[in-house]
């Protein structure tokens, strides 16, 4: 079965640290664009940190720059968001998708909830 499934979320305060994992099963994540997006209470569903997988090059939303990184695991099979330096406005909940660069397939995991409070 194909299946992404996000780990690592949690309740943190305000300037402390999470890594959020995601795993793949039933396929390997080379040849796929890996990208990390979050959903907030009442917003849209907005991308955070992507990573194209064959090139290694990567973006940020402007308001993770420099706290966040994205990076992927050499078994090829997990990809990560390190989340540093935690605000109030990072509470959501984060999803990982991973899309085919030339096929089609596009997976999303269910998500795991990021809550920045003291």
């Known amino acids: 079965q194909v299946q992404l499934v996000e780990s690592g979320g949690g309740l943190v305060q305000p300037g402390g640290s999470l890594r959020l994992s995601c795993a793949a099963s039933?396929?390997?994540?080379?040849?796929?664009?890996l990208s990390w997006h979050r959903q907030a209470p009442g917003k849209e569903r907005e991308l955070v940190a992507q990573?194209?997988?064959?090139?290694?090059?990567?973006t940020y939303a402007d308001s993770v720059k420099g706290r966040f990184t994205i990076s992927r695991g050499n078994d090829r099979k997990t990809l990560y968001l390190q989340m540093n330096s935690l605000k109030a406005e990072d509470t959501a909940v984060y999803y990982c998708?991973?899309?085919?660069?030339?096929?089609?397939?596009?997976?999303w995991g269910r998500g795991t909830q990021v809550t920045v409070s003291s």
């Open positions: 039933g396929f390997t994540l080379g040849n796929y664009a």
């Open positions: 998708n991973a899309r085919h660069l030339f096929l089609s397939g596009d997976y």
């Open positions: 990573i194209i997988n064959n090139s290694g090059g990567t």
